[in-house]
């Protein structure tokens, strides 16, 4: 008997419940500040063939990576060897999902009546897992054996019992030991209670039941996406976008490029004309990959398609063996994150070819730092680890959002007062970087600038992007600024550092200063109301000076008054010089 | 003597009161039209006609009144608070800007991500020099200068209120604390928020999204609640007992409220929520659904189990905000939203509301914009002449011509069509909320029953309930006094928070009890202020704790009181067991450390309780007061409908719909296929068929 709507809306949201208590439950019972504060972490439930049924889209960029890493477990532990209470856990970029080394994912399966019926999955990224650097993520691995310890997929739990070598072995392999136990523990937590919470649905409704909903969930993601693309017109467009360096060879740049084939209701990516794999780590793993693309190709046609195994069914995803986006064994893969940020701009670059009215600049470039030692106030060894969102770019009809992570990123920001409190260091400023944003009728979101004082001798590591090529407008919109990081500045030891540093050995008292790439604009400056230019002005997100050379608005720096005449004289001179 | 007790809930278009006496638990209900422009003019219109009933009552026999209140609300939904600067620590200005920095988890898919509005814009934000370190201690002193500066450029900017937060300001609030005297000293009267007041919590974000809130409503609740203490003097009314209904569901004086004005922003509908769990009780339903419909906005709450669900940690209209309130969702949708045309060529309702004045277009106030009670009088549902009772005469013609001309003419459509057209949005946008309230918490609609309240909830809940596969429907008595009920069937609360983070196993037992002795002396006081004997004051407990190393603790309530040194392991055996229950797994191998030291005050007040009736036959005789010709979609048109009195249907009553059932404070529509009975509490249920 097929079943009835009612019971598939319940299910469905039942299970997207069930997904939100356990995000709920990892955020909550964190230890490391990058799961409790950043909340770098996300739940899913995958049925028993290993299909995605139920995703957290708190973090688009985990799209794509729970399945092929169920399907690395079932490879390794068949269906009959699981037993009930059992927990996997794996990092392994290459066998598994995992985007890098300090992303662990657990697996436990939920078992009714002897049978499993489901996954209940967790991601979390690991403030320190060993390697070369604090945070394990060096900008200039030139193999994943330098970003921490590998583990295949194992028994965390076997039948309810804590494997406690796995444990010791893990413990002995960080700088952190009780941060990244803890919170392994708490992604055990946060997967049992979804198993329980499968469990009753399994009383509620049976089993079977339930399997027969979760492929109608699926189904009905794979009929909104088909239908959203049967809507746009067939067609091939490309784009391309480069980042600075691999953070080894800083002279050459890094080739992203994409083909989008769209033909009825069905799409693909193709990604073989980027560069091949580089020996720095900005390398990406397909599984990644694809999460950029169901994040743009979901967003474009309606975001609130659900996420699950009706996406990965319509999009298919072309990487070239041996490339940027699909690298081979054992290049490092730890600075994912700049090169994922590109592929969303220029995929949304290509889709935006298909449909202009949805069209939107690139949004600016999320970076990450680490800061790790070996005293914290309590005598143990540190590693304060933050991701840096941007601004979104901006689109028809309005500015891009300032301060804002974007894209398949969606970490929040580490509060001042818990990193003060936690680490020795000292923030002296978290402001939205002036002139950021870029110019045009519609302005780029700004990003933002922070800058750090060392309290204690510490190592920091630098994972930015976009110093020397900056993020892109349309339709003659400027791109956003460049980001930038500098060492002491305005003293004598004073330094500018490349997008991606190894870890740099930095004493007590030295100051960091860095500000993220901006957004680009949106259609030509000089259209922008001289009105709007005042306000932003006024609020800070413009200087004068731009407001004059971008915009040719001048404004009286002692009155905020807009110079009506000369403003139209320097507009038209604009607009006759182009 | 008699004494008597007042609530008085002040909604958008109308202020209701019920004057509940003591001793004989009868109670009187007023109804009186809101003054949003200053309700306390309704407020006191209401009380002055409850005390010219019951043959006069001398204003000193009012032992109590509790009052729910939107003022808050509206300035915020309606973007009419004070206009508001802000200070913080130099060099921070990104914090309110950037927020949390990721995207709401309903937007995170979107690349047309907009962030809700700031309150306060960077033009209005002062950067002090001043620092405080992590622990507390004076980095940089107060740069006391530059605060006047600031102040004095705020002053001419002309702004009402100054939210000030600096950062760590809640482990020594000394840097705001004397900012706000310079404040006072450089622009006196000026409205002044303190983060370290608002919140004294760490993570600086939350604390300052609060403390813009507080400082934004601030100065509209502080003026509200003085002009209506001094009316409420002239009035002659001398009781200490005067209150106002927390978003948190419990009362708080008319002075403490306006410590802390932004936990007043849910007052009206909290007392929605507990008036509808109140009701769903005595029916013996814990699981209920409650919707309030009033002129400006529907409010939807849930209960489950019998618990009115809370939280610390929420937002109002896309603003951060965490103080304790009642877990519900507000929609701009109620009798007095209006229907507009959208840039888009596309019919569109909300949120805007004509609220009571003008109001909807057939309120004949010189209101012109079609709203949502105008569609309700065009097609039928709604009698012109028994509006309020007959009190406020509607003009069908005067709705008519506002829909023909705003909506139908513009669109091309027919007048029916145009009203019928504005329903089905404003019903859709209800349903959404109802749906996500529920169903995202994993709760069967099946389950549930839905208490349909305020003015237009009666209204709109059948076919809500219908297209929700809700089975029932439960319209009170008083539709329109529900929140007013809710202000009288809850207890005075106080909350009392002290901070101190240090390990369970080496705590001073001596110290901790002492601490609890201290808030418990203030509990005491505060009640003993307000005239509460002690003998009905009740306190509880608890220790807020964490595995060290964790951010977020747990509550651990405990009975035995002072605790001995012994009582450690029981409640580090407690923590464990509420870890493993909340999150799944417990860490006995690692240590616990005390966050928080919670203590509760809770003075019972005598409630009111409704009056049960004996069921008469199911076949008890009802005629219906007229028929009238109303549009129903499954009628493919107008159809002729009985139209009943509410006051007129006896206990046991049952008739099918379509059918209308009218009465002072609310009108309630069966929609075809649905059947309607009178219940021993003289409520009305629809079954809703499934």
């Keep these: 008997m097929p079943l009835d709507p009612i019971t598939i809306e319940v299910i469905a949201n039942r299970l997207m419940e069930i997904v939100n208590t356990m995000q709920h439950i990892i955020f909550r019972t964190g230890y490391s500040t990058i799961v409790r504060e950043s909340k770098d972490t996300s739940a899913a439930i995958a049925d028993v063939a290993g299909n995605l049924v139920g995703q957290a889209t708190q973090h688009p960029l985990h799209l794509g990576i729970f399945t092929p890493t169920i399907e690395a477990i079932l490879r390794r532990y068949p269906l009959p060897v699981i037993q009930e209470g059992d927990s996997f856990v794996v990092n392994d970029p290459y066998i598994a999902g995992s985007p890098h080394v300090p992303d662990f994912i657990v697996a436990t399966p939920a078992f009714y009546h002897g049978k499993i019926v489901a996954f209940c999955l967790c991601i979390a990224h690991k403030p320190d897992v060993g390697g070369s650097v604090p945070g394990s993520s060096s900008g200039v691995a030139t193999e994943i054996f330098q970003e921490g310890i590998i583990l295949p997929p194992v028994r965390y739990y076997s039948a309810g019992i804590l494997n406690q070598e796995v444990e010791d072995i893990l413990r002995n392999n960080s700088r952190v030991p009780d941060l990244i136990v803890g919170d392994l523990r708490g992604q055990v937590g946060c997967t049992r209670v979804g198993v329980k919470r499968i469990q009753e649905l399994c009383e509620e409704y049976d089993p079977d039941v339930l399997q027969d909903a979760f492929d109608e969930v699926v189904n009905g993601t794979e009929r909104r996406v088909r239908r959203g693309l049967g809507a ?3 067609g091939v467009h490309e784009a391309e976008g480069y980042l600075d360096h691999d953070g080894i060879d800083l002279d050459r740049p890094v080739r992203l490029h994409v083909v989008v084939t769209k033909k009825g209701e069905d799409i693909s990516f193709d990604f073989s004309g980027s560069d091949d794999q580089t020996r720095g780590p900005v390398n990406i793993r397909p599984s990644l990959l694809r999460s950029a693309c169901h994040y743009a190709l979901v967003g474009m046609i309606d975001p609130t ?34 090169i994922l940020g590109l592929a969303c701009s220029c995929i949304l670059t290509a889709l935006g070819e298909f449909v202009p009215e949805k069209a939107t600049a690139a949004a600016g470039g999320g970076s990450s730092i680490s800061i790790g030692g070996s005293r914290t106030r309590t005598g143990q060894s540190y590693v304060q680890y933050e991701l840096f969102g941007s601004g979104y770019g901006a689109r028809r009809h309005s500015d891009g959002v300032s301060g804002t992570m974007v894209d398949a990123g969606n970490c929040k920001i580490t509060p001042v007062e818990i990193i003060e409190t936690e680490f020795p260091v000292r923030l002296n400023r978290f402001e939205l970087a002036r002139d950021s944003g870029g110019a045009g009728k519609y302005r780029g979101g700004l990003s933002f600038l922070r800058e750090y004082e060392t309290l204690e001798d510490s190592i920091f590591t630098l994972r930015g992007a976009y110093y020397i090529r900056p993020k892109w407008g349309i339709f003659g919109g400027k791109p956003g600024a460049l980001g930038w990081c500098t060492l002491n500045p305005g003293r004598s030891k004073e330094r500018k550092l490349p997008s991606a540093t190894r870890g740099m ?39 004068l000076e731009k407001a004059r050379e971008d915009y040719g608005v001048i404004i009286d720096a002692e009155t905020f008054q807009v110079d009506v005449e000369a403003t139209r004289a320097l507009r038209e001179e604009l607009a006759s010089a182009r | ?42 407020v006191m219109n209401a009380i002055t006609e409850a005390l010219r009933s019951e043959n006069g009552i001398s204003p000193d026999r009012i032992s109590f009144l509790a009052h729910g209140t939107t003022v808050t609300t509206n300035a915020l939904l309606q973007s009419r608070g004070a206009r508001t600067g802000l200070l913080l620590t130099e060099g921070f200005r990104a914090i309110y800007e950037v927020r949390e920095q990721d995207r709401p988890p309903s937007r995170s898919m979107d690349p047309f991500y907009e962030k809700a ?90 604390r300052l999204s609060s403390t813009v809130l507080d400082a934004y409503v601030g100065p509209v609740l502080s003026g509200y609640v003085d002009r209506l203490r001094g009316e409420m003097e002239q009035a002659g009314l001398k009781t200490r007992q005067l209150y106002v209904m927390q978003s948190n569901g419990g009362l708080v004086t008319f002075g403490g409220a306006t410590l802390y004005p932004c936990r007043t922003l849910l007052s009206g509908p909290a007392a929605g929520v507990i008036g509808g769990s109140y009701i769903g009780s005595t029916l013996g339903h814990s699981d209920v659904v409650s919707l309030d419909i009033g002129g400006t906005s529907a409010d939807i709450g849930v209960i489950s189990r019998g618990e009115v669900q809370e939280t610390t940690e929420g937002e109002i209209d896309g603003q951060a905000i965490s ?18 045309i959208g840039g888009d060529g596309l019919l569109k309702v909300g949120p805007q509301s ?76 209800m349903e959404i909320a109802i749906r996500l309230a529920l169903i995202e918490k994993g709760y069967d609609p099946r389950n549930f029953a839905l208490i349909a309240f305020g003015g237009a909830g009666p209204l709109h809940a059948g076919r809500l309930a219908q297209t929700l596969h809700i089975p029932k429907v439960i319209v009170p008595l008083w539709p329109g006094l529900t929140s007013t009920m809710g202000l009288l069937v809850t207890d005075v609360r106080h909350d009392y928070l002290h901070t101190r983070v240090g390990p369970l196993r080496t705590a001073d037992i001596a110290l901790v009890n002492s601490m609890f002795r201290q808030m418990e002396a203030r509990a005491q006081a505060d009640m003993e202020r307000e005239g509460f004997p002690l003998s009905r004051v009740e306190i509880s407990r608890y220790l807020a704790m964490r595995y060290s190393g964790q951010a977020y603790e747990l509550n651990v309530p405990f009975s035995q009181f002072p605790l001995a040194e012994t009582d450690k392991d029981l409640l580090r055996r407690e923590f464990d067991d509420i870890h493993e229950r909340s999150y799944g797994h417990k860490a006995e191998d690692a240590s ?99």
């Design chain 2, 354 to 429: 004509a609220g009571a004045d003008p109001g909807p277009a057939c309120y004949s106030l010189s209101g012109t914009e079609p709203t949502v009670t105008d569609a309700n009088l065009v097609l039928g549902y709604l009698n012109p002449a028994y509006f309020l009772g007959g009190r406020l005469k509607l003009d069908v013609h005067l709705a008519a011509a506002a829909i023909e001309k705003r909506v139908a003419a513009p669109l091309g459509m027919t007048l029916t069509e145009a009203a019928h057209g504005i329903l089905k949005i404003i019903n859709v946008k």
């Design chain 1, 232 to 234: 746009w017109p067939d």
């Design chain 1, 305 to 338: 398609i659900a996420n699950n195994h009706g996406v990965t069914r319509v999009v298919k995803v072309i990487c070239r063996d041996g490339s940027v986006v699909n690298p081979r064994f054992p290049a490092p893969v730890n600075h994912y994150a700049a």
């Design chain 1, 505 to 543: 050995d930095i004493p007590a008292g030295t100051v960091v200063r860095l500000a993220i790439a901006g957004a680009g604009g949106y259609g030509e400056p000089h259209e922008r109301d001289a009105a709007a230019v005042l306000e932003d002005v006024l609020n800070g997100y413009v200087s």
């Design chain 2, 1 to 42: 003597m008699a004494s008597y007790r007042i609530g008085v809930d002040v909604g958008g278009t109308f202020t209701d009161l019920i004057l509940l006496d003591e001793e004989t638990g009868n109670i009187k209900t007023i109804k009186t039209s809101s003054t949003p422009r200053d309700p306390s003019i309704g």
């Design chain 2, 117 to 206: 509005p700031m309150l306060v814009p960077q033009k209005l934000t002062e950067e002090i020099p001043e620092r405080t370190g992590f622990d507390g201690t004076i980095v940089s002193a107060l740069d006391e200068e530059a605060v006047r500066m600031a102040v004095r450029r705020l002053r001419d900017k002309a702004v009402e209120a100054i939210a000030v937060c600096y950062l760590f300001s809640f482990m020594n609030p000394t840097n705001e604390e004397r900012t706000a005297e310079i404040i006072q000293e450089e622009y006196p009267g000026c409205w002044v928020s303190l983060s370290n007041r608002v919140i004294p919590r760490i993570r600086e974000y939350q």
């Design chain 2, 323 to 340: 103080v304790p309130m009642i877990d519900l969702r507000t929609i701009g949708a109620g009798g007095g939203t209006i229907a507009w």
């Design chain 2, 592 to 690: 616990v450390e005390i966050v928080n030291y919670g203590l509760v005050s809770k003075a019972e007040v005598p409630k009111l309780s409704l009056a049960q009736h004996e069921l008469g036959g199911a076949d008890a005789f009802i005629t219906p007061e007229e028929s009238r010709s109303a549009y129903f979609e499954e009628c493919e048109g107008y159809a002729h409908v009985p139209v009943y009195r509410r006051e007129a249907l006896p206990v046991g009553a049952q008739f099918p719909g379509p059918a209308i059932v009218e009465q002072v404070d609310s009108t309630t529509v069966i929609y075809p296929g649905q059947r309607a009975s009178i219940d021993a509490f003289r409520n009305l249920i629809i079954r809703v068929a499934g």
